[in-house]
């Protein structure tokens, strides 16, 4: 149990019976009345930011939050797999927690957040950007150059995404995966 004194970005509290962490915060000090401190709060499981304002000196729940990197290996009926390089321990996770999933590949390396008392999941984030094949893209319109077209592609991993009109099949791309958006081609 700690105090609003202790808030600060990243630390996870439980609030309303779920998980949040602090997005950002800020403490006001009106003229009148009591000073209190506003709140940008992120459900662990959930990915929701809600404001929150606490009272200056208010209760507040702190929870240990471990993050692990853990590599995907698979996806089966349990969900997808993952494994910890260094013990080699295998966990499940639900495609719900797993944020832009259909962004994975075999091989590729995750953050996985664990609840430090339970040992439970509660997220697993990938990487911000993420580099990946396309296999499959409509072809080119002669002529469409105006106002930047883009054309859909299909990505090596199925994810669909919009590209610009000269990115073809077979090229590496690299993909916001918090957005789906298209960044930039890749040169190898």
């Known amino acids: 149990m700690a105090t609003t004194t202790e808030i600060k970005k990243g630390l996870t509290i439980d609030f ?5 962490t602090i997005v950002d915060f800020q403490h006001v000090k009106p003229g009148k009345g009591g000073a209190f401190i506003r709140t940008k709060l992120k459900g662990v499981r959930s990915g929701k930011v809600i404001d929150q304002t606490f009272n200056s000196g208010e209760e507040i729940f702190p929870v240990r939050v471990e993050r692990k990197k853990y590599q995907f290996l698979y996806k089966d009926d349990n ?6 390089q260094n013990t080699f321990e295998q966990v499940a996770i639900a495609e719900d927690m ?3 999933h259909e962004f994975l590949k075999e ?5 996985i957040a664990f609840h430090s008392e339970t040992g439970e999941p509660l997220s ?3 990487p911000t950007h993420v580099v990946l094949e396309i296999t499959e893209s409509e072809p080119a319109v002669k002529g469409n150059t105006a106002n930047n077209p883009m054309k859909k592609a299909t990505l090596e991993t199925g994810a669909m995404i919009e590209v610009p009109m000269f990115v073809d099949s077979g ?6 995966t918090r957005t789906g958006e298209y960044v930039e081609r890749v040169r190898e």
């Open 107 to 111: 091989g590729q390396e995750v953050e």
């Open 98 to 100: 797993v944020v832009g």
């Open 16 to 20: 309303k019976n779920d998980l949040y």
């Open 124 to 126: 697993c984030d990938l």
């Open 79 to 84: 969900g997808y797999n993952f494994m910890d």
């Open 171 to 176: 090229i590496k791309v690299k993909v916001d």
